[in-house]
């Protein structure tokens, strides 16, 4: 199974970027993204199960990103609007694993990630 995540960048606070995963080798029910700071732990941002009919955000991004899912293409996207500073950090694709009671939990693989950077 490989993971290939695009469409980090660099951008202004207030902007917006479209985070893109392609899974290849094999499809799976759930699919997400997390994120990681510099200097800090890796962090949940959002993951979407199979039909799309179940989504969860953490807190500090509800409202401003948008997780979606092209099964035909095996492909996650997280649509990321009204960005601020704090947005900065590498993010990370991850498919597989459970979604239950508002937790991503016990993900099969996870991609290289990709750099988001806001500037302010």
């Known amino acids: 199974v490989q993971l290939q995540a695009s469409g980090g960048g660099l951008v202004q606070a207030g902007g917006s970027l479209r985070l893109s995963c392609a899974a290849s080798g094999r499809t799976f029910s759930n699919m997400g993204w997390f994120r990681q700071a510099p200097g800090k732990e890796r962090e949940f941002v959002a993951a979407i199960n199979w039909s799309g009919g179940s989504t969860y955000y953490t807190d500090s991004v509800k409202g401003r990103f948008t997780i979606s899912r092209d099964n035909a293409k095996n492909t996650v996207y997280l649509q990321m609007n009204s960005l601020k500073p704090e947005d900065t950090a590498v993010y990370y694709c991850?498919?597989?694993?459970?979604?239950?009671?508002?937790?991503?939990?016990?993900?099969?693989?996870w991609g290289k990630g990709t750099l988001v950077t806001v500037s302010s």
């Open positions: 991850a498919v597989g694993g459970s979604m239950r009671s508002g937790y991503y939990y016990g993900m099969d693989y």
